[in-house]
T-cell receptor
C-alpha cells in the first residue's frame, strides 16, 4: 500500500541554525504534499504545502522542495527559534477521489536557546 | 471563521462502554476525514465522509467502529464496546473540496482513554 517515510525521527539544533526534514513517498500518483506542526496536546497545524506542478515553495523562514522523479520532498526551516520546537509531520495524498493523507512517522524538533 | 471543532476534548470510558466523538467542520466545508493517532506515532486515516455519505472507510476497523455525517449536525465517530487498544487521540479534518489535493484543516482532537 501507500507509504511515506520520514527522517530523522528526532532533530536537535541550536537557535539560529537550520533544520531539514526529509520524506519519501511511494504512490507516484500523489500530487499534494502538506507539512504539519503538532505541539503537545494540540491538533496538527498546516505550516506549508506544495503541489506537484512546482519544485519549491517558500514562506518566510520555511521552505519545501519536491523532487517528483525521486519521490522526495523536504522541509527546510532557517533561523530556528525555540518556538519552532514541536513534532513535524509530512504527508502525501492518495488519488482516486478520496484524497486521504498518508502521514510520515514524525520528527521531533528541539531548538535549544 | 471558526476552525474545526471537536468535542469532547478528553473522554474516559471503561472497557465495554461506548465512545461517541463529534466533529463540526469549518463553515462551508462539506468533506470530513477522521484520523487516529496512537502515542508517539503518526496519524492513520480511518474514514472520509461527505454529507450523508461514507466515501472511503478503508481505514476503519471492521467491527465496533462506525461514522456518520448527517445532513444537519456534526460528524460522529462511534466506537462500541471499547477496549484498551482504542485509547488514542482521534482527529478530524475538514476541507471544502476533494479530488485534487485540497487542504485539510485539523481540529484539536479528542483524547480517548479506556480504563
Amino acid at each position: 500500500g501507500e507509504n511515506v517515510e520520514q527522517h530523522p525521527s528526532t532533530l536537535s539544533v541550536q537557535e539560529g541554525d537550520s533544520a531539514v526534514i526529509k520524506c519519501t513517498y511511494s504512490d507516484s500518483a500523489s500530487n499534494y504534499f502538506p507539512w504539519y506542526k503538532q505541539e503537545l496536546g494540540k491538533g496538527p497545524q498546516l505550516i506549508i504545502d506544495i503541489r506537484s506542478n512546482v519544485g519549491e515553495k517558500k514562506d518566510q523562514r520555511i521552505a519545501v522542495t519536491l523532487n517528483k522523479t525521486a519521490k522526495h520532498f523536504s522541509l527546510h526551516i532557517t533561523e530556528t527559534q525555540p518556538e519552532d520546537s514541536a513534532v513535524y509531520f509530512c504527508a502525501a495524498n492518495t488519488r482516486g477521489g478520496t484524497d486521504k493523507l498518508i502521514f510520515g512517522t514524525g520528527t521531533r524538533l528541539q531548538v535549544f536557546p | 471563521n471558526a476552525g474545526v471543532m471537536q468535542n469532547p476534548r478528553h473522554l474516559v470510558r471503561r472497557r465495554g462502554q461506548e465512545a461517541r466523538l463529534r466533529c463540526s467542520p469549518m463553515k462551508g466545508h462539506s468533506h470530513v476525514y477522521w484520523y487516529r493517532q496512537l502515542p508517539e506515532e503518526g496519524l492513520k486515516f480511518m474514514v472520509y465522509l461527505q454529507k450523508e455519505n461514507i466515501i472511503d472507510e478503508s481505514g476503519m476497523p471492521k467491527e465496533r467502529f462506525s461514522a456518520e455525517f448527517p445532513k444537519e449536525g456534526p460528524s460522529i465517530l462511534r466506537i462500541q464496546q471499547v477496549v484498551r487498544g482504542d485509547s488514542a487521540a482521534y482527529f478530524c479534518a475538514s476541507s471544502p473540496l476533494s479530488g485534487d489535493g485540497d487542504t485539510q484543516y485539523f481540529g484539536p482532537g479528542t483524547r480517548l482513554t479506556v480504563l
